[in-house]
């Protein structure tokens, strides 16, 4: 049978791309993915070539099994990007917007006509006066690692002499953050998601509440322009997490996030249109979806891995105390502090659903017992 629908080649195979497998069958297109082994989230349930993304023939030799190529994470080097890219394969987003995600000087520079927190790379505490400071890693953090908060110039040196070469960052004392979820594609169309405000422990996002409970409307609709404006002036295709700090009624640009993210899982059950769904529409250069909010409030609550291992179990309790409540077990190892699951809860009022949300992050981390 010859098929009309397209291959979305996506490099990575972890719960973003497993999460793409139920839109991708819905639409009846194909999805093959990169995967580093069979057993990975995504790779337990979907078509999957096993190989290094690091690895340029590797990667050349998938993507001749696709219509377009696209991204779960940002560790593939840019120059097996660039490779694809100059042998003529699709790849979305380009090297040439996927950088920004990938390092973060080359994203301030880029960015620097947009709010954003004053920042400089620097090789020496030399001449650096103003502290506390936040340091971050150029390229390869993620969760809070490779961001560090700075108190001297001791400190900084230290650092400096361990990791090299780092951007350090003028420290914003916020008063909450908010990721936009924003899609375009290669035609221009562009849409955005409510904000959504992330809730943040140790450097880990544990629970996002949407629309962002305290941000008017006007900073509400500011915050989804820059978004579209940024996604524009770096011709971004597929979707894009941009984390902001919201401080008073300023907003300032933290990072950009080129792929669905964990701020947009809210949209699985809470919008019309998933990210998941969009960023296939997007890279497939469809026309986008309706981006509305299917309840008036998305509470999500990420669940860490303790040292609890039957994750199944939990379901007894937590789906009859409360049967609006929708579970994705991302089926990873259950390591102390892993993302390996989330839960949403729709409904009025962000304190309930983010109380009710709570409750059952707590029971299953074994915190709690009722
Ligand atoms: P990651 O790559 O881990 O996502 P981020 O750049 O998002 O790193 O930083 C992680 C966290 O560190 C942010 O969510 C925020 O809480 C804090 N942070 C980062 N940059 C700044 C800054 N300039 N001022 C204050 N806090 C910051």
Redesign the pocket.
Known sequence: MSDSFPTVGIIGAGQLARMSVAPAIDLGINLLLLAQSSNESAAQIANHVVGDYADVDTVLEFAKRCDVVTFEHELIPLSVVKALEAVGVVVRPSSSAFIYSQD?AQMRQRLSNFPS?KSSVVTTALGITEYPL?A?AISG???????WKINSEKELSALIAEVGKVLI????E?DY?IAVMVARSPHGQASTWAPTQTV?VD?ICTMTLTPAPQLDQEMSTKAQKLALDIAQEISLIGVMAV?M?VKDDQLFI??LAMRPHNSGHWTIEGSVTSQFEQHLRAVLDLPLGDTSMSAPVAVMGNILGSSKTDMYRPYLHLMARNPGLKFHHYKKDVRPGRKIGHVTLLGNDAVELSHEVQHALDYMSGEIDE
């Open positions: 973060k927190p936040i971050k953090g993620y969760d809070g690692r490779g961001v960052e003028e420290l914003v916020f953050e943040q450097g984390e700090f933290n990072e």
